[in-house]
């Protein structure tokens, strides 16, 4: 039986295996049909959907599984936090550290101002 391209990524999104939304195809192409009575209308398609998404609600309802890849992504962020604050800590520790015990240059001597200029008359020996 052929199925809607559709139906993987509804199956997805309701989380049901391919294999059980086929099936769930299946059934609501059989209710279509008692339906409507006519295969191939264009209200025999929107029956045989319709019933299609009702099954796979109630399927969803019934495996009802947590989403554990979030709870699981979640605790995990959760348990490295800590790690990641006591990073930063030692990194500026040790920034203040290495600042606080690297030898320091020797010190520059005071800048001697220059002397004025005397104000002295030239003497010359003329």
């Known amino acids: 039986m052929k199925t809607p391209k559709i139906l993987p990524w509804l199956a997805r999104k309701h ?26 209308t ?3 398609w929107k029956a045989a959907m319709d019933r299609l998404i009702e099954l796979l609600e109630a ?9 554990l890849s979030t709870l699981v992504r979640i605790q995990t962020r959760l348990g490295i936090l800590p790690l990641i ?4 800590v030692l990194l500026v ?3 203040s550290w290495s600042r ?5 240059p020797p010190a520059r ?4 101002r220059p002397r004025p200029l ?9």
Do not use: F, M
């Open 42 to 44: 264009s209200d025999y």
């Open 118 to 126: 005397s104000r002295t008359p030239c003497t010359s020996g003329v």
């Open 100 to 104: 606080l015990t690297a030898p320091q």
């Open 85 to 88: 604050a006591w990073h930063g």
């Open 59 to 67: 399927e969803a309802g019934r495996s009802c599984q947590p989403p």
């Open 109 to 112: 001597p005071p800048r001697r």
């Open 15 to 40: 989380g049901v295996s391919e294999a059980r939304a086929t099936k769930l195809w299946a059934d609501s192409v059989r209710y279509a049909t008692d339906k409507t009575g006519w295969v191939g």
């Open 93 to 95: 520790g040790s920034a």
